[in-house]
Every structure is written in C-alpha cells, then in structure tokens.
C-alpha cells in the first residue's frame, strides 16, 4: 500500500524567504511522486513530478523537489516566496504505471501563507 | 493542450433531489477518468475510477447506487449524486488520463451544496 505524510498542515514564511514543504512517502515498489497546488475554489494544478530519472526535479513557477530514496523524503522548496504563492500544496505518490488506471494517493496537504 | 473542464461549476440543490456533474476532457481523449470529493480544508479522497465503456471501479466505502458514474465516450464522464443529502454538500474535482499516457489531469472541480 502506498501512502503520503505531509509535515504541517499550516506553513508561513515571508516574502522573499525560502519555502520549504515536507512529503515523505511510503511505498512497496518504485514510486511516481507529485506535488500540485491548489488555489481556492480551484482544481490541482501539477507543479512538478517524479517519474525515476533525475532525482532533482524542477517545476513551474520556480518550484523544485529532491527524490531522495534514502529518506523515503520528496520535499518541496523554492528559494524566494512570492505573494502569489500562497495557495494549498499537495503532495502524491502512484505507482510506477502498469497500466492506464494507476491511482493517485495524495497527502492531507500544506496551506502555504506569505507573509509581506 | 490537456485542458478538462467540469459543469456545473457551482450547483444548489434541494434534499432528495438528484445533481449531474459533467467532466469533459476538452481536446484529447480520455480512456480513464477519475472523481475525487474533497471536503472543506481536506485532501482529495478518491472516490472512483471510470473506463469508457464499462462500469466504474468504486473505492471502498463509496456507494456505487448513491454517485452513479457513467462514460459513455471517451471525451465525456458523469457523476449523478442521487437523491443528494446535506452531508453530501462538497467539492467535487474529476481527472482525465490521456489515453495511452499516465498523467491525470484535473478539472476546476464542482462545488455542490445541498440544501
């Protein structure tokens, strides 16, 4: 069974500061890792994924994770907040697609607020 | 490209009365499609998966007779809350998987409150 815990449900930092948002994951067989955010009343825009290649993964709007196995650890960060960063981060795990059905388990998720 | 839309994209409906919720995957074509309700300062629970053309794969503890889900093509998947309650009032957000591929894409989600 696959599984995700996101550390904080709440996190606050200041503009300009560095964001950082814990995701450890737990899988039985290699995993497919994502992070999307949320703006409210809004769907899940993906930010970035994990898909076994480069364990350093760069996303949209300056957002990037590390894949360390070690860790069991998938933990986003991006070095300078912005106003227009504040939203609701998920974090997900599926398995390495076998077929085209793969379910995606997400996280409790981290409200991220930016401080000016 | 990849674009999934979802209508309504707000809805307010009596108790007892049934709401459809469709999910259009607007310019590629989905054999899978995926619903999620997230109650407010929650994460998505999973509450289905539909294949064109056969029936849905319901997650445990989801009434299949309560969301009835039907994929009739491979563009169109809907959700039909029947007889909805007010505990049934939440944010309803489908996915698309393009066919062939292995990434979901989401939809603005359907808020459903009912009276």
């Known amino acids: 069974a696959q599984s995700v815990t996101q550390l904080g449900s709440h996190v606050s930092v200041s503009e300009g500061a560095l964001v950082l948002l814990r995701c450890n994951y737990s899988?039985?067989?290699?995993?497919?890792l994502f992070w999307y955010v949320q703006y409210p009343n809004q769907g899940l825009q993906l930010l970035l994924k994990?898909?076994?290649?480069?364990?350093l993964v760069k996303g949209i709007n300056g957002f990037e994770a590390e894949f360390k196995k070690s860790e069991t650890s998938f933990h986003l960060t991006k070095p300078s907040a912005h106003m227009s960063d504040a939203a609701e981060y998920f974090c997900?795990?599926?398995?390495?697609?076998?077929?085209?059905?793969?379910?995606?388990?997400f996280g409790s998720g981290t409200r991220l607020s930016i401080r000016p | 490209g990849a674009v999934v839309s979802q209508h309504p994209s707000r809805v307010i409906c009596k108790s007892g009365t049934s709401v459809k919720i469709e999910c259009r995957s607007l310019?590629?074509?989905?054999?899978?499609m995926f619903w999620y309700r997230q109650f407010p300062k929650q994460s998505l629970m999973l509450m289905a998966t539909?294949?064109?053309?056969?029936?849905?794969?319901?997650e445990q503890g989801v009434e299949k007779d309560k969301f009835l889900i039907n994929h009739a093509s491979l563009t169109l998947s809907t959700l039909t809350v029947t007889s909805a309650h007010p505990e049934d009032s939440s944010f309803y957000i489908c996915?698309?998987?393009?066919?062939?591929?292995?990434?979901?894409?989401f939809g603005p989600g359907t808020r459903l409150t009912v009276l």
């Open positions: 996915s698309a998987m393009r066919t062939g591929g292995n990434e979901q894409f």
């Open positions: 899988s039985s067989v290699p995993p497919y």
């Open positions: 994990y898909t076994s290649a480069a364990t």
């Open positions: 997900a795990v599926s398995e390495l697609p076998r077929s085209s059905a793969s379910k995606i388990i």
């Open positions: 310019d590629f074509q989905a054999t899978t």
């Open positions: 539909s294949n064109e053309g056969s029936k849905a794969t319901y």
